[in-house]
């Protein structure tokens, strides 16, 4: 057998037995009652997937430690109150060992103690991890994350890693979790998202939207007053946007706005009579692009210049 799902089986309890189904790959026990995984898991050498979510499974036995080949492993329970979900206490504990599983994708959703935060620095592949750190450990937290080089989702289940300056973000990402619009010291955000489709943004010192976004409007929510420090903005490849992004004229102490590959796009920029409005104020505005493997730029005093023909030569 390699496959045993019981997800919404009238079920309380997994046998000892469990542990002689070695060519186990997947187990789930979703949506029951299970409450206690037996130590007998620690056999299931070559199993991937621990499916433990709306259980009631609260500790991870030390056992787990063996589980080498474990890429998927979630256990926490959601708590309904109003018509919403919210993950409250309902999370696992962890042993020493759980550093070992070196091939984990996702984890969530595990207390992350001191020892536990140790644990998780061993896992390099992490792509989704959700925690609830203990209170006063959060530049530990923040260790974390700029260990974790792979990583594209991250829940925190208390108050957002403060001491947090840096976040860089890539993946397919629909909206921000809301705990980055708490991060009170954050002077750097670097996003590379595919789908994000949301207002954004904080009181920054630079930032960075690249990746390649399937949508026209990228609305800019900057008003009069906000983000006053922002000093640097990069954005592209963004192949659809046509048009410089409104509000950009509001941020005074912008510097350096950077357009990434995007010569044909913010050629057809130049040609707006809002160009000028909105990018008087900034000294440098730049294009670049990639010719013969070398990346060269233009500036914003030879960008309207360049002729139809040479533009599309160069894209």
């Not at 707006?272 to 104020?281: A, F, L, M, S």
């Amino acid at each position: 057998m390699k496959l045993l799902d019981l997800e919404d089986a009238p079920v309380d309890y997994l046998p000892e037995g469990v542990g002689n189904l070695f060519n186990l790959h997947y187990l789930s026990v979703k949506n029951t009652n299970v409450k206690i995984i037996p130590k007998s898991i620690g056999n299931l050498l070559g199993l991937e997937i621990l499916d433990l979510k709306n259980s009631l499974v609260r500790e991870l036995p030390v056992e787990i430690r063996n589980l080498k080949k474990l890429r998927y492993l979630m256990v926490y329970q959601y708590h309904y109150t109003s018509g919403s979900s919210v993950a409250g206490a309902a999370v696992a504990k962890v042993h020493r060992g759980l550093g070992s599983l070196t091939d984990l994708q996702k984890l969530s959703i595990i207390e992350a103690d001191s020892q536990a935060l140790d644990e998780l620095m061993k896992l390099r592949r992490l792509r989704k991890l959700g925690i609830r750190p203990q209170n006063g450990n959060g530049k530990d937290v923040c260790a974390l994350i700029a260990n974790l080089e792979n990583l594209e989702s991250l829940t925190s289940l208390s108050s957002p890693p403060q001491y947090l300056q840096r976040l860089y973000l890539t993946g397919n990402m629909k909206k921000l979790s809301d705990w980055i619009f708490k991060l009170k010291n954050l002077i750097r955000l670097g996003l590379e998202l595919s789908g994000l489709a949301e207002e954004l943004f904080h009181h920054l010192l630079e930032l960075r939207l690249t990746g390649t976004y399937e949508y026209e409007l990228f609305h800019f929510e900057a008003e009069k007053g906000a983000m006053p420090d922002i000093r640097e903005l990069r954005m592209g490849p963004c192949p659809l946007l046509m048009e410089i992004p409104t509000g950009i004229e509001h941020l005074q102490n912008l510097k350096l706005l950077v357009f990434a590959c995007m010569v044909k796009q913010v050629y057809c920029m130049t040609k707006d009579e809002n160009w000028g409005k909105v990018t008087e104020h900034i000294p440098d505005v730049l294009v670049t692009y990639m010719e013969a493997g070398q990346l060269f730029h233009y500036g914003k005093e030879y960008l309207s210049s360049l002729s139809p023909e040479y533009v599309e030569q160069i894209c």
